[in-house]
Every structure is written in structure tokens, then in C-alpha cells.
């Protein structure tokens, strides 16, 4: 029987995606766990496994289209009926010896790993995703065990098996710097996939969500003396607390008191509809080297402030080292989107699609500001400006919001308290 492979929905809101890679031919037969094509949206790149064993009769769909979410890009068949056979490539001794590119871990598009064997030579049934990740966590897949079809090795099973070793703490890499494109003066030049969905969608956001905008100052002199402070004991182990921790915390601590500023507006449903959440969760942008990304950190409103540090830490490095799924991106209302290592005093951001409001962060400033008696006195200031949606929230609600995160940065001592 002849099967039609349709774009898969990857997350509730994925409208549709990118089919960035195919890893199988025409006439190619496959197993079930193994990665058929590489679809990309705006968020990540996720590896599609074939549910069944099969054949590839042929693809629809070339590699670089965006697919709405349900359309055919292929047919296959259970039993290889409708099938030619693959050509077999000729071999010649120059491609012998061509050495195999090292993949880049993370890519999508990277050339997989060969299959690995135990020591007696059986094959170790691995994912190409599962391989990449095992070699950049330095993990043995002989020592496995894998939760797919016929035993086959995840990438969660890597990742299991690396947490269950102990690993010496990594020393402080410098952030990732983007590439310099040298591009000749008026040469036009072709956006990638990824850049041509992340323009569309927030050219859309920008244009159908009503944005207003609050901006304002936090005084945070006692805020940076408790980080200092708290950062002091370099020998406790625990994870440092930067001032994007205080900041998601505050924002947490905001959202815990006005449950209301964790609503979005839901435009599938006839006419719009106002959907609660109710979860706690914040968005988080993170820049990495494939770009800004903003996955959600789950609970963030009922977290203790180490315990959030050590979760944000974590988001952030399996963000820059390409590891997120599409349920890291879904759920949270507010994202923050702390741009201070930058200097900039406010920044006015773009609300994330599917969300109702967007904290932008800006640098400490040291600014003299006069005293009761007029005098003038040093302040540490932070820049804030908060973009919310306002089908959902008036100017009031949304400055209530801002003045609640304002009065946690303020009086900091207050985020070391249990939500």
C-alpha cells in the first residue's frame, strides 16, 4: 500500500515549518527510528524518525520549502510496492579516501556520524542526532541503554546517561560572537530559511498585535551588592546568580500577585479568544549561534531563586549548544529579553508570537539624581520598557505589572524569600 508522508506538527502552535533536509532517497528503504527529513521552524530544527519500517517512493516536496503544517511532501510504501531501486553509487578509490567532515554539533544539516559497533562488532542502533550529541558529551554508547524502537539510542538516553556521571564544571567559554558576512556594497543576497521565518512572523506579530509600550527605572545599588554578595562564596558549588536571574525572578514574583498578565490572546479560535495560563512559566531570550531564541522556563513564578539560577543556567547552555526541543518554546505569556552586556540604555521590543507582553533590559547606568533636600546623589539605575498587547491588558494593568517587578528589584532581599 502507497502512504503519503504529510509535514508532521511539531507543537501546538506550529502552523507550519521548514523541510530544511531530506536524509532519505527515492527508492531508499528505511527502518522505524530511523531520520527521514529535518524540519526547521523559526524556533529549532527537529530530526522526524519513521514510525514503521518502509520504502521512499518519492518526495514532493523539495528540501528548502516551507510546508504548511498536514500537506503531503511524500509517498512510501510499507512493502516497497511502487518502488525503483536505488542506484548503488559508484566507489572510486579518490572517494575512498576522502576523509568525513566533523559534523558541527547542533546543525541540522550536518553530515552524520558512521554507525558505531560494540567490541564483538554489533551495530549500536543510534540516531544521527543521538551520535552528534554523544561525541560532543564525550559519552560511550556501548554503556547506553536506548528507549526507541529495538533498543535504539535518543538523544534523551544520551543525555540521561551523561547527568548520571559526575562531570567536572566546565570552565567560562566567552559568548558566542555571530559571524562576519562580508558582503560587496549593493549585492542582494538570499535570507536563510530560518531568517526568512523569523522575519515573517514578527513582521506579523508587529503588525497584528496592538503593541503600547511602559518605560521606567528600577534603582538597583542594592540589587547588584546582593548579587555581589551572594556570588561571593566561590567554594558552595552553586550556580552564580546573574542579573538576568534577579530580573526573571522579580518578574516571577510579579506574575504570582497578577495572575492576569499570564493570559494571551488566542486568534484561532472564532473572533479571538482570551485564553488563561496560569502556570507561571517566562519566556527567556537567549542569543546563540544560530541566533535569538526565547525558550520558556517552566514554573518560573513558584521557583526559589537558586533553584530558578540553576534551571536558566541550563536552558541557556542546551539553547547554545543546539539541544531544545519545540516543547521548550511552548506555554508563557511574558518573555524577558535582558540586553545589558550590550550597552543600551532601553530597549523597545517585539512581543514573541503566541505571547501578550515582553520585558526588554537594558544597562546599569550611574546617574546623579537630587535628594529630598535637592542635593544631588549617585543611583544605580536599570532601564525597563514593557511591551504588552493591548487587546489584553490598559495602560494601568500593565504599569501595576511593571511597578510590581520595579518594587522587587528595589527591595531584593524579598526574592530570597519561598514564593
Known amino acids: 500500500m502507497v502512504r503519503e508522508l504529510v509535514m508532521p506538527k511539531l507543537g501546538l502552535t506550529m502552523t507550519e515549518g521548514v523541510l530544511a533536509e531530506w536524509r532519505v532517497s527515492p527508492g531508499q528503504p528505511f527502518r522505524s527510528g530511523d531520520v527521514l527529513l529535518v524540519v526547521e521552524t523559526d524556533k529549532i530544527a527537529s530530526e522526524v524518525e519513521a514510525d514503521s519500517d518502509g520504502v521512499l517512493i518519492e518526495t514532493t516536496i523539495p528540501a528548502g520549502e516551507t510546508v504548511a503544517v498536514g500537506t503531503p511532501i511524500a509517498r512510501w510504501s510499507a512493502d516497497g510496492a511502487g518502488a525503483a531501486p536505488a542506484p548503488e553509487p559508484a566507489e572510486t578509490p579518490a572517494a575512498k579516501a576522502a576523509p568525513i567532515p566533523a559534523p558541527t554539533p547542533g546543525a541540522a544539516n ?41 533498543g535504539r539510542i535518543k538523544v534523551a538516553d544520551v543525555e540521561a546517561a551523561a547527568q548520571t556521571r559526575p562531570t567536572p564544571q566546565p570552565a567560562p567559554q566567552p559568548e558566542p560572537q555571530a559571524p562576519k558576512i562580508e558582503t560587496p556594497a549593493g549585492e542582494r543576497s538570499k535570507p536563510t530559511t530560518l531568517q526568512a521565518t523569523v522575519a515573517r512572523r514578527l513582521t506579523a506579530a508587529k503588525r497584528d498585535v496592538p503593541h503600547f509600550y511602559l518605560a521606567a527605572e528600577a534603582e538597583v ?30 518578574v516571577g514574583r510579579a506574575l504570582a500577585v497578577m495572575p492576569e498578565m499570564d493570559r494571551v ?122 511591551s504588552a498587547d493591548h487587546r489584553l491588558f490598559d495602560g494601568v494593568t500593565a504599569l501595576a505589572f511593571l511597578n510590581r517587578i520595579i518594587a522587587g528589584l528595589e527591595r531584593p532581599f524579598r526574592l530570597l524569600r519561598a514564593p
Open 265 to 386: 490572546w488566542d486568534d484561532e479560535a472564532p473572533g479571538g479568544a482570551i485564553l488563561a495560563l496560569g502556570r507561571g512559566d517566562i519566556g527567556m531570550a537567549v542569543d546563540t549561534p544560530r541566533g535569538l531564541v526565547a525558550p520558556v522556563l517552566r514554573g518560573a513564578a513558584a521557583l526559589p531563586l537558586d533553584r530558578l539560577a540553576e534551571e536558566a543556567a541550563a536552558l541557556t547552555r542546551r539553547a547554545r549548544d543546539g539541544r531544545l526541543t519545540e516543547e521548550d518554546f511552548q506555554g508563557g505569556a511574558v518573555t524577558v529579553s535582558n540586553a545589558g552586556m550590550h550597552n543600551v540604555t532601553y530597549m523597545t521590543s517585539i512581543i514573541n508570537p503566541g505571547q501578550s507582553s515582553i520585558l526588554g533590559v537594558g544597562s546599569v547606568r550611574s546617574v546623579f539624581r537630587p535628594d529630598a533636600a535637592g542635593a544631588p546623589v549617585l543611583k544605580r539605575e536599570l532601564g525597563l520598557v514593557l
Open 110 to 150: 550536518a553530515r552524520p556520524l558512521p554507525a558505531p559497533v560494540r567490541s564483538n562488532g554489533e551495530r549500536i542502533l543510534s540516531t544521527p542526532l543521538a551520535r552528534r550529541r554523544a561525541e560532543g558529551l564525550g559519552v560511550d554508547l556501548a554503556a547506553v541503554t536506548g528507549s526507541g524502537p529495538r
Open 221 to 250: 545599588t542594592e540589587l547588584a551588592a546582593l548579587r555581589d554578595r551572594l556570588n561571593a562564596d566561590t567554594e558552595s558549588g552553586l550556580q552564580r546568580i546573574s542579573m538576568t536571574h534577579l530580573v526573571l525572578a522579580a
